[in-house]
Every structure is written in structure tokens, then in C-alpha cells.
């Protein structure tokens, strides 16, 4: 066992890999690097409850400062890492300082796809990633604040929510023809836009942004069509792009994220790499993958710390994540794809259903609104492949776990 383990990236896998090393009896040294300023903190309240000031800073914390320290963790801050040298197996700071590793792990998530169009760097346009982003505009969601934003994933359409409850006058901007167009079946995408609209947000699909226009501060977004839309702020939400440039310049794999197994182990025997910043081998799936979510990030965090005490156990999750905007909790396995049969479980007006997707007859993901049941139950569904009936899943009486072979469902 390497006595030396030093971490890029103080997000959800870092951390979680550091603190899986410890938790599996490793006792070298442990550094873990990143370049912003918080302890390593959950993302998904930046767009749900800490955009919307009900969720302290603290609280995002995955654990509080004194554990690092307590843990014999060396967390290092404020530091970004430039360079790594895999002949002299050490990297290179910003500040100059030069560090060796036994083991090094990528934990370098992902940034914001900026948009290349014009005034995007106008005061009042802003982008999501992490806390300062959110810092820089949260003040400004007050009523009657004129709130654009650019992008109906996720995290645009959870901005929006938190937006027009704060009283702001807000407009989702998409240019497919519905929301959340590559994640869910249509009816799900439907769902969302009326559920939206119900509560006053102007969600305008197929359309287009060409700009951001104002004289020294944002004042309007310019749509193709020549539409301006009058705007005091404007969200971009558009994705995120792989922070793979250091792999890369390292000659590691990359292919849409670096190139890691199911132990989270890219091909140089002394670098892993976890999180969403990782394309990985994925059982369920029977493809490759890159995920961007908090149970792939801790997941794949679990799987690098294991592999390096040298006891590796490959990362076969069912992939899962969440969204939650108004008081829909949205939970979904698996993944979905245009072309899968849908089955739709349950009453969509009644805001308590379950989109479940067949492929080629098989069982392969759920998207459960307010359906918490559907959501834990189809994870076994999907792991087992299971071949059930269309017209019988469809009946919200029959649970899921009734369709797993007897001894899976035991
Ligand atoms: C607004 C928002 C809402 C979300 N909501 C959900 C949700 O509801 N459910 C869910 O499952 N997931 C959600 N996610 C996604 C989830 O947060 C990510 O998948 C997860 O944080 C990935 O963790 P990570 O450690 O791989 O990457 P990151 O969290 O991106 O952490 C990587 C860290 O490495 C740092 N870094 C990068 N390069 C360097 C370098 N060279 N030197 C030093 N440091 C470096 C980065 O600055 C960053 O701090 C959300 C994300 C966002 C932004």
C-alpha cells in the first residue's frame, strides 16, 4: 500500500475519497487540493434550498472543517494544481510549490458550458456552478426582479422555481422543443413546462438565444427570432463541460472524461480518477458512461479509496439522481434514451406518478414524481433486468418489486 495519496479537487469525490481512505484503515499521508475557497460542500442546494437562503452555508459542508484536520487530512484550499509530472510522479502548483505522490487521484469535476454568443460577460449574466456563482446574483431574486433564464435542464428549471417563488417575473429560455428534452420521456417534459407555467414562468420553448444587450449592465436577452425579452438578471444553465485538461496534458485516456475502470482506475497504476470529471465502465448499462451526480461522485470516491488500500470493488450502482423544484420531489434510476417504451404509472394530475422505460422489453430506468416507492423499487428492476409486463406496469397498484423474479424479490 502507497504511504502518500494526494487528491485534485476538494468537491464530493475528493473528499469522500479521502474520507473512504481513512474509514478503510489507510494510514499514509493524505492531501487533498482544490481551488476554491469552502471546505468540500454539497452542490445541489446551490439551486434548491441555499439559492433560496433557506439552507446555511454550513450545512452543505460534508463534514466540518475540524474532521480533516482530526483525520490527519492535509486540505489544502484556495490551490489550484497546474501540472502533473508522471515520470517524477509529483504536480505542480500554482504557487510554485512541487508535491510527490505515491498515489494521485483526479477528483476534478466539471465547470459551466459558457455560451459564445455576445454580452455574456455583461453585468447581471451569470452562470451556476458553485457557491460564489450563487453568492454573485442570490441577493438579486426579488420581487418583481425580471429573471431570465437560459437553458430548461435541472438546474435552469430549479433556479426558476426558487425564482418566481421569491416573486420574480421569470422566463425559461429553451431551444429544444420541450423542457429537460434529453433526460425524459415527453410526457414527463410536458409535466414539468405546465407545472411551471401554472405557477407564472414564462417557459418559451424552440427558442433561440442570440445575445444579452445593456449599456454597462445586463437590460435584455435577444432571442434568433428577434424577440427581446427585458431582463434585471439573467441565469445561464446550459451543462457542464469535464475538467480533463490536466489528464490530457498528462497523456492519460480521455473520451468524454478520463478514461477510469469499474475501480476507478485510469491506466497509469498510480492515478484514479471519480466523479463526473470520469467516463466509467457501467455494468447496468452495458456502456460507458459519464455521470454528473452526487451518488456517481461518492460512488466512484468509495471505489479509488478501496482500490488504493488494495481491496478494489468495482463501482456497479444503478445510476440515480434527484431534482426538486416546488413540492415535487423528481427521483430517477437509470438511464433513459429517446426511443424507450413509456409506461406511465399512476395519476399526472394528481402530481404522483412514475415514467418507467423499456428497452427492447427490459427495464432499464424510472423517473418517479412524488413516488418515492416506484424510485427505491425500480432500482432493483433495473439491476435485475427485468422483462415485465407494459399493460401490468402500468397499474400504480401493482408494486414494482411484484415484477422481480422470486428470489430477487425476496
Ligand atoms: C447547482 C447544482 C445542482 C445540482 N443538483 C444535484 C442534485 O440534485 N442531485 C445530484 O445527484 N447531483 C446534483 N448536482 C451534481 C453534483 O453536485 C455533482 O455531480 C457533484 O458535485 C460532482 O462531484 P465531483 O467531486 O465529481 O465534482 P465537483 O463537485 O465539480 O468538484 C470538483 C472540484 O475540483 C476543483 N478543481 C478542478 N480542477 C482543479 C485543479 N486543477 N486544481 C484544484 N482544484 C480543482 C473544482 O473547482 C471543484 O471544487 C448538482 C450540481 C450543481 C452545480
Request: charged share 25%; with cysteine.
Amino acid at each position: 500500500m502507497s504511504d502518500n495519496v494526494l487528491i485534485i479537487g476538494a468537491g464530493q469525490a475528493g473528499a469522500q475519497t479521502a474520507i473512504f481512505l481513512r474509514q478503510n484503515h489507510f494510514t499514509g499521508s493524505i492531501t487533498v487540493i482544490g481551488d476554491e475557497a469552502y471546505v468540500p460542500y454539497e452542490r445541489p442546494p446551490l439551486s434548491k434550498g441555499f439559492l433560496a437562503g433557506d439552507v446555511e452555508i454550513e450545512r452543505m459542508s460534508m463534514r466540518p472543517p475540524s474532521f480533516y484536520a482530526d483525520k490527519g487530512i492535509d486540505l489544502r484550499l484556495k490551490t489550484a494544481v497546474l501540472h502533473i509530472d508522471r515520470v517524477q510522479k509529483t504536480i505542480g502548483l500554482a504557487n510554485g510549490e512541487v508535491l510527490s505522490y505515491g498515489k494521485l487521484v483526479l477528483a476534478t469535476g466539471g465547470r459551466v458550458r459558457r455560451m459564445i454568443s455576445p454580452g455574456t460577460e455583461l453585468p447581471g449574466v451569470h452562470y451556476l456552478r458553485n457557491v460564489d456563482d450563487v453568492l454573485g446574483f442570490r441577493d438579486r431574486l426579488t420581487a418583481g426582479a425580471r429573471v431570465v433564464i437560459v437553458g430548461g435542464g435541472y438546474i435552469g428549471l430549479e433556479v426558476a422555481a426558487v425564482a418566481v417563488k421569491r416573486g420574480c417575473k421569470v422566463t425559461v429560455l429553451e431551444m429544444m422543443p420541450l423542457v429537460l428534452n434529453r433526460v425524459v420521456a415527453p410526457e414527463m417534459s410536458r409535466f414539468y413546462e405546465k407545472v411551471h407555467r401554472d405557477a407564472g414562468v414564462d417557459v418559451r420553448t424552440s427558442e433561440t438565444v442570440s445575445g444579452f444587450e445593456g449599456k454597462g449592465r445586463l437590460a435584455r436577452v435577444r432571442c434568433s427570432d428577434g424577440t427581446a425579452i427585458d431582463a434585471d438578471l439573467a441565469v445561464i444553465g446550459i451543462g457542464i463541460v469535464p475538467n480533463v485538461e490536466l489528464a490530457v496534458e498528462a497523456g492519460l485516456p480521455v473520451d468524454n472524461g478520463i478514461v477510469v475502470d469499474e475501480c476507478a482506475r485510469t491506466n497509469d497504476p498510480d492515478i484514479y480518477a471519480a466523479g463526473d470529471c470520469t467516463n466509467h465502465p457501467s455494468r447496468v448499462s452495458g456502456e460507458r458512461l459519464r455521470l454528473e451526480s452526487v451518488p456517481n461522485a461518492l460512488g466512484q470516491g468509495k471505489a479509488a479509496a478501496l482500490a488504493i488500500v488494495g481491496a478494489p470493488v468495482p463501482y456497479d450502482e444503478v445510476p440515480w439522481f434527484w431534482s426538486d423544484q416546488y413540492d415535487l420531489k423528481l427521483q430517477m434510476a437509470g438511464i433513459s434514451k429517446p426511443g424507450d417504451q413509456v409506461v406511465i404509472r399512476g395519476v399526472v394530475d394528481a402530481r404522483k406518478f412514475s415514467a418507467c422505460y423499456l428497452r427492447d422489453g427490459v427495464f432499464v430506468a424510472c423517473q418517479a414524481v412524488n413516488m418515492a416507492k416506484d424510485f427505491l423499487q425500480s432500482k432493483k428492476l433495473i439491476s435485475h433486468r427485468v422483462r415485465p409486463d407494459p399493460s401490468l406496469l402500468a397499474d400504480a397498484n401493482t408494486p414494482l418489486q411484484a415484477f422481480l423474479p422470486d428470489a430477487a424479490g425476496g
